[in-house]
């Protein structure tokens, strides 16, 4: 059983442009969480992907998007790069979305994205 | 969001029991308590949860009180590998983790 992976661990990107992040989720996981999490703080949620679709998200603006696959990996897309939106950017998997809160998740190392 | 207090940093021996409270007054009572840890330059990780009743596993014991306003993670002997950040999450409808801003725990040697 492997673990969940992300990639790349370390991006370094210009302000206006655009990146891609990505997830491998637990084997037999069909739910998949992103975060943010600046440095010093605890995570913030994102949004969720629940057999590709999302069901539910954070406060964040519309040029954060995802995307989740049939192997049930996911993409996390930001557009428009900001200085702020330099950080660690956490995936977490697990098994059932909606209304399951009696099941753990697995987070990923994360990649940490700098915008200069 | 049920919303939780948590001291901003403990102290520990190693060797020695651990006990990191959180007040969770505003808890749902469907809402399972969760609590996850992160290590440091890591993701975080799962520790325990439990709904009503303590809960025991290899890594943790999870306290509940009564009321369920208050959870206490007992680590029963800390060790230098437990010195990380750890967050109690009242886990709510729809499995998202609100991660407040934890406890800091130091594991003196």
């Known amino acids: 059983e492997t673990g969940v992976t992300q990639s790349p661990t370390h991006l370094i990107k210009t302000r206006g442009q655009q990146v891609t992040l990505r997830c491998s989720s637990q084997?037999?996981?069909?739910?998949v969480s992103w975060y943010q999490q600046a440095l010093g703080q605890g995570p913030q949620f994102i949004f969720q992907?629940?057999?590709?679709?999302?069901?539910g998200r954070g406060n964040f603006p519309p040029r954060f998007s995802g995307l989740q696959f049939p192997n049930y990996s996911s993409e996390l897309n930001v557009n428009a790069l900001e200085l702020d939106d330099s950080a660690l950017y956490l995936c977490?998997?697990?098994?059932?979305?909606?209304?399951?809160?009696?099941?753990?998740?697995?987070f990923g190392q994360g990649t940490r994205l700098t915008v200069v | 969001d049920a919303k939780t207090t948590q001291p901003n940093s403990m102290e520990s021996n190693e060797e020695e029991p651990v006990h990191l409270p959180c007040n969770h007054s505003t808890i749902s009572g469907t809402d399972y308590i969760h609590w996850y840890r992160q290590l440091p330059s890591q993701g975080p990780e799962y520790v325990i949860h439990g709904l009503t009743s303590n809960v025991n596993n290899r890594m943790a014991s999870l306290a509940i009180a009564e009321d369920r306003k208050s959870s206490t993670l007992i680590l029963h002997r800390a060790t230098l590998r437990d010195a990380a950040v750890y967050y109690c999450?009242?886990?709510?409808?729809?499995?998202?983790?609100?991660f407040g801003a934890g406890t800091i725990l130091r594991v003196k040697s």
């Open positions: 977490a998997s697990s098994l059932n979305g909606l209304g399951y809160m009696n099941t753990e998740a697995f």
């Open positions: 084997s037999g996981h069909n739910t």
């Open positions: 992907y629940y057999r590709e679709e999302e069901n």
């Open positions: 999450i009242p886990m709510e409808y729809g499995n998202k983790l609100v």
